[in-house]
């Protein structure tokens, strides 16, 4: 049972485009964090969000946390070529779970 | 940031031998490894966590004959897959956590293991 589903599962998009991708949960996170994915890589973290209601953002990518930290979003605008990868949210309890997953891929 | 080296980046073997995953944290003390291995574009799966100097706990489904994880020192946990059959051929990550960030995860930069 995957904890975290993240939608949409693949997203294929025209550069300068916005989008956004949701993570939801029925359980409670102490934190949540974003990761972006390319191919034959690890994972890199973009943003941990801490409290409920919190908001970040990092350049072009706006992270929120919900009010009772069990679901997130990660909202980008104007979507360039470079943003192509797999986001993976994942939350923080008693180990860390991670999201389905969010394959994106921006055309230029 | 912390820095997790895994090696090798891509192994191919034959069916029937062993594979050995090595996952180093290089500035910092790992008290806890994961190792994870992924299919393209879906997600991470868990296979187990180690403790240094405890057994790992492995997760439900995954044979800890088949995987196995040693975690002998602060700095470095390894995966060996034993008698490899093509269907093992994935990628396989490892990430490490510290008491000091207990939040947060730092990801090696994975193996791509092809077994023919």
């Known amino acids: 049972t995957q904890l975290l589903e993240q939608s949409p599962q693949f997203l294929s998009i025209q550069e300068g485009e916005n989008l956004t991708v949701y993570c939801n949960s029925s359980?409670?996170?102490?934190?949540l964090q974003w990761y972006r994915q390319e191919p034959g890589e690890g994972p890199v973290l973009l943003v941990t969000?801490?409290?409920?209601?919190e908001v970040k953002k990092l350049k072009r990518l706006t992270f929120q946390f919900g009010d009772a930290r069990k679901d997130s979003s990660l909202h980008i605008t104007a979507a360039q070529p470079g943003d192509t990868g797999l986001y993976l949210c994942?939350?923080?309890?008693?180990?860390?779970?991670f999201g389905t997953g969010t394959s994106l891929t921006v055309i230029p | 940031g912390a820095v997790v080296s895994q090696h090798p980046s891509w192994v191919i073997c034959k069916s029937g031998t062993s594979v050995k995953i090595e996952c180093r944290s290089l500035?910092?003390?790992?008290?806890?490894m994961f190792w994870y291995r992924q299919f393209p574009k879906q997600s991470l799966m868990l296979m187990a966590t180690?403790?240094?100097?405890?057994?790992?706990?492995?997760e439900q489904g995954v044979e800890k004959d088949k995987f196995l994880i040693n975690h002998a020192s602060l700095t470095l946990s390894t995966l060996t897959v034993t008698s490899a059959h093509p269907e093992d051929s994935s990628f396989y990550i490892c990430?490490?956590?510290?008491?000091?960030?207990?939040?947060?995860?730092?990801f090696g930069s994975g193996t791509q293991l092809s077994v023919l």
């Open positions: 359980s409670v996170f102490s934190s």
């Open positions: 994942a939350g923080a309890g008693n180990q860390f779970y």
């Open positions: 969000v801490v409290t409920g209601g």
């Open positions: 500035d910092f003390q790992a008290t806890t």
């Open positions: 180690s403790n240094e100097g405890s057994k790992a706990t492995y």
């Open positions: 990430s490490a956590s510290t008491r000091a960030a207990n939040e947060k995860l730092f």
